[in-house]
Structures are given as C-alpha cells and as structure tokens.
C-alpha cells in the first residue's frame, strides 16, 4: 500500500484557486439566469408564430369568467344585501349598453340611453326580484313581458352616450348627446317622473362622450368631449362651464372618473392616455400624472371607491390595466427584462378578453374588478390589489 501524495504549499494554493474560480463560475451562471428572467408587456414586443399566452392563476385572488347570451358591452353594478342566506344562479344578470343605476326611494332605477335618440329609465324591481327568487323567476319568465320604461326624455337632438346619476341627491341625472348638449333632470315628488331643463348647457363645440357628477359638490359635474376638452359646470349658473381644459387631450376625449375623496379627476382618450387632473389647478391645464401603457383608446376609467390612490382603466388593446398613484420608481425587478421600463404605478395587467367596454370596481367587495366585452364578462381581484 503506497502513502498518500504530498502537494507543495504552492500545489495547494493552485487547486484553492481552481475550485474559487468554479464558485465564482455558478454565481456568474446564477446572475445570467436571473438577467435572462423576462415578462410579456402587452404592445411592448407581439407573440412569435406559434406562441401563446397562458393565465397565471397564482395572480389572482379570484377569477371568474361568465357569459349573459348577449353581447355585455356596458353595464353597472348592483349593490344588494350580502348577509341573507341566499342561493340564487346568477345566470339571469344581464348587462345593457350606455346603462347607468340608482337608488330612488324603494325603487333601483336604470337609465339607458336608447338607439332612438331618447333616454329612458326602467324600474328593475321586478327583475331583482326574478333574481332573488325560484318562484318570482318562473313567473317572470313565463310572463314574458317586454319591459316598459317609467319615464322617457324625447329632448336630444341626437342619440348620445354620456349619462350619469348624482350620488348627493337621489334622482338627479345628467344626460349628454353627440350633438354637444348637455341636459339635467330633476326628480318630480313620488319618483316616477322628471322636470328636464330645455335649454341645454352647450359650451362644447363636439359629441359630449362621458358625464360625472362631483362626489362632493351636489350642483357640479364634470363633461369629455370629442372636441379634446374637459368642463366642470355649475347648474346653477348655466348654460356655460365654469372652468375647462381645452386641450385635454391630442384626441377624442372618451372618459372621466371623479375621485372620491380627493380633487382628483381621471381622464382617457382615443390617443391611449391616462391623465390625472388636479381640480385645484385645473385651470393650468396641465396634468399631474400622465401614462401611455396602452397601445389603443382607453374604453373606461374608474377610481378605487376605497383606496383613493388606486385606479382601473381599459383599452380598445383588451387589456385592463391597475395602477396606484402612491407607489415611487424603486430598483425592485430592475434585473427583469421589461418590468424596469415600466411605470413604477403600474400594478397589473388583465387580459383574456376581446373588445372591453366598460370597468368598474365591487362597491361592497374592496379590491374586486367587473370587465365587460364582447366576449363575454369577467370578475377577479389580483394579488395587487
């Protein structure tokens, strides 16, 4: 049996500086995984041939597709009473387009902008009702009867899109039309029918796109238009604005979203830009916060209605993009091809739907999402929210 080879102190300082060169050579391999790490932007770089996008459900909290039978364009959402023990299909909830929902008394009104020109407003009891109920449902159904309106505005020159109920005081609508006018209904005592001014406020030169009522201010409301600009306006003082952006965008104007709590207003246009408006300088004309994510017009525009910061928008691109105004640029996912020419507000993307309409947040569950489209309706809440 033969002893064990002996190495020279300089042999040894050879094979230590051997296997430091082997660590070093993992750590270099490691760092160049992590650097080739990369996430899909929608409209940054487009799928190669035969590459297709799957849903990491992991970035949901919740998920849920669904589909009415009929094209859910638009819609709004219906607050109800969640601490009855209930089981009902939901199946029957049906979307409309141009729709917007109130509350007047015991009644839940609906008013929908029609194809002929008019407005008109529907009470929806019978229908909840339907919902709520396997007896009420049966005999809705086999009633079948068409819908009548409780109240019609024959007054437009034109059909129109824009249209909003005030949140401070029950039964106040605004109604706007592709004609430029601007009208304002007051509810008549008992609920079931309306005083419409018939002068119209008229300082917009193009179609009026999208109305809000001031969350705060019971006589104010903010209007978009397809001639680039953004007006708020008093009723009392009419027939013109009080303040306006003329320049808003570099194209149609399509929504506005008021902030709850803060002076804040939410624009988007045909040219794919999110702008936030800071009412207290409003006059300047210039925003506070500007994002171009989206590679299309943006569709909708809807402020968190509990976290003041947080924002949704959606794009004619069929994404459905979260942001927080509150987050700052920081080197956190620097190292990911992508994420670090991203805006640090950008929270989340959503797609997996053609032709979005319309989005807007749960009012009674924080965080939750409703995206209506072409193709159907989803309902989620990411990890980011």
């Not at 002893?3 to 040894?12: M, Q, S, W």
């Not at 750590?27 to 041939?49: F, N």
């Not at 969640?82 to 509350?103: C, E, G, M, S, Y």
């Not at 039309?177 to 119209?200: A, L, M, Y």
């Amino acid at each position: 049996m033969s002893a064990p080879e002996e190495r020279t102190l300089a042999e040894e300082e050879e094979a230590m500086d051997a296997v430091g060169s082997d660590e070093d050579g993992g750590e270099d391999m490691e760092e160049e995984g992590e650097a080739q790490r990369k996430v899909y932007v929608p409209g940054m770089e487009p799928l190669q041939p035969g590459e297709e996008l799957e849903m990491d459900r992991s970035a949901y909290r919740m998920y849920h597709e669904c589909q009415t039978g009929e094209c859910p364009e638009a819609g709004d959402t219906k607050t109800q009473n969640n601490h009855r023990k209930t089981q009902h299909d939901d199946k029957n909830l049906i979307f409309l387009p141009d729709l917007q929902v109130t509350r007047l008394g015991e009644r839940s009104l609906a008013a929908v902008w029609s194809e002929k020109g008019q407005v008109e407003i529907f009470d929806l009891r019978p229908q909840l009702e339907a919902v709520h109920s396997s007896a009420a449902m049966a005999a809705f159904v086999s009633e079948q009867k068409e819908a009548s309106p409780l109240f019609s505005f024959s007054g437009h020159m034109a059909e129109g899109f824009a249209i909003d109920w005030s949140p401070k005081v029950p039964g106040r609508l605004v109604s706007g039309d592709c004609k430029k006018n601007i009208h304002v209904w007051e509810p008549r005592e008992g609920g079931t029918s309306w005083q419409i001014d018939q002068r119209p406020f008229s300082s917009h030169s193009q179609s009026v796109e999208d109305l809000q009522w001031s969350p705060t201010e019971a006589t104010v409301f903010a209007s978009c238009s397809v001639d680039r600009s953004i007006r708020i306006w008093d009723i009392r003082a009419p027939p013109n604005s009080m303040l306006s952006a003329d320049e808003a965008h570099s194209s149609d104007i399509n929504v506005i979203s008021w902030n709850r709590t803060e002076p804040f207003l939410l624009s988007g246009g045909d040219d794919g830009i999110l702008k936030v408006w800071d009412l207290r300088q409003f006059k300047s004309g210039r925003p506070v916060a500007n994002f171009k994510q989206h590679s299309a017009p943006i569709t909708s525009v809807e402020w968190n209605p509990v976290d003041s910061s947080v924002f949704a928008a959606s794009g004619a691109d069929d994404v459905v993009s979260q942001w927080d105004l509150s987050v700052e640029s920081c080197d956190a996912g620097a190292r990911v091809e992508g994420v670090k020419d991203l805006p640090p507000q950008l929270l989340f993307l959503h797609q997996g739907q053609s032709e979005i309409k319309e989005v807007h947040w749960h009012p009674q569950i924080p965080g939750v999402l409703v995206s209506t489209a072409l193709s159907g309706f989803n309902v989620f809440r990411t990890i980011s929210v």
